[in-house]
């Protein structure tokens, strides 16, 4: 190969390489923000939103409705933690009272818009989706 052959062989290596570092991969979807969910066990009714906060932090509102109308509203927070595939959340206070109870799931699947975890007790898969706020919706949308 003449060096004008290796010149350009190399050239073309180095843009490669240019544009192979220059194109970043895409974040690694994550559970921070707040995810809306329909659902418990033993009560498809009830209905909640969950946030995540950066700092590990928990926060959750649960709510069901009956004829147009709140007839539960319960408060949880706490602090949560994903590794691997286990997602740890650990209730600290409920309705503002202390309180200690940890839930253990096993996430299934997690992007930017959904998530889905199975409850390790009972086997019971939440799908939750992502939200921009804290907002509930009125209960006459829901039941």
């Known amino acids: 190969m003449s060096i004008k052959g290796i010149c350009r ?16 991969a895409a974040p690694a979807p994550s559970l921070v923000g707040y995810w809306y969910g329909l659902g418990e066990p033993n009560d498809p009714g009830t209905y909640y939103i969950d946030w995540f906060h950066a700092d590990g932090r928990f926060s959750a509102e649960y709510r069901k409705c009956d004829k147009g109308k709140v007839v539960f509203k319960q408060t949880a927070a706490g602090t949560w933690k994903l590794a691997k595939d286990v997602l740890t959340i650990n209730v600290t206070l409920s309705d503002g009272k202390p309180t200690r109870w940890d839930q253990v799931y096993t996430m299934e699947s997690l992007t930017p818009t959904e998530f889905q975890a199975r409850y390790q007790e009972n086997d019971f898969l939440f799908i939750e989706l992502r939200i921009p706020t804290f907002d509930f919706p009125a209960c006459y949308v829901i039941f």
């Not at 062989?9 to 970043?24: E, G």
């Open 9 to 24: 062989v190399l050239l073309a290596l180095i843009c490669a390489t240019s544009i192979a570092q220059a194109a970043p």
